[in-house]
């Protein structure tokens, strides 16, 4: 009923950027925050950034001054401008939502499939 649809990964060289979008669709009421997190290859999955509905945002120590989030709420979408990159951006990157559905239903957390962003060096 809710789907996050990631797109904008791909393989840039160290030094180059990338925009990955999130759009959320289905049944929905109201979008919460909207987040990316990454997940390297044999790490946890952590938190890059989030925005709430209202714009304000919060950003993990390694991106920040690198990466820009940013929504547009008449499109349930978020976006991820990343410049700068680094080898060790490399990860598949997840978008987040926390958003009720109906009026009457609680919040709940959806996550999208993922999308590769590989950096060469």
């Known amino acids: 009923q809710v789907q996050l649809v990631e797109s904008g990964g791909g393989l840039v060289q160290a030094g180059g950027s990338l925009r990955l979008s999130c759009a959320a669709s289905?049944?929905?009421?109201?979008?919460?925050?909207m987040g990316w997190y990454r997940q390297a290859a044999g790490k946890q999955r952590e938190l890059v950034a989030a925005i709430t509905s209202d714009g304000s945002t919060n950003y993990a120590d390694s991106v920040k001054g690198r990466f820009t989030i940013s929504r547009d709420n008449t499109k349930n979408t978020a976006y991820l401008q990343m410049n700068s990159l680094k080898p060790e951006d490399t990860a598949v990157y997840y978008c987040?939502?926390?958003?009720?559905?109906?009026?009457?239903?609680?919040?709940?957390?959806?996550w999208g499939q993922g999308t590769q962003v590989t950096v060469s060096s």
């Open positions: 289905g049944t929905i009421y109201s979008v919460n925050t």
């Open positions: 987040n939502a926390d958003l009720r559905q109906r009026i009457w239903n609680p919040s709940h957390n959806f």
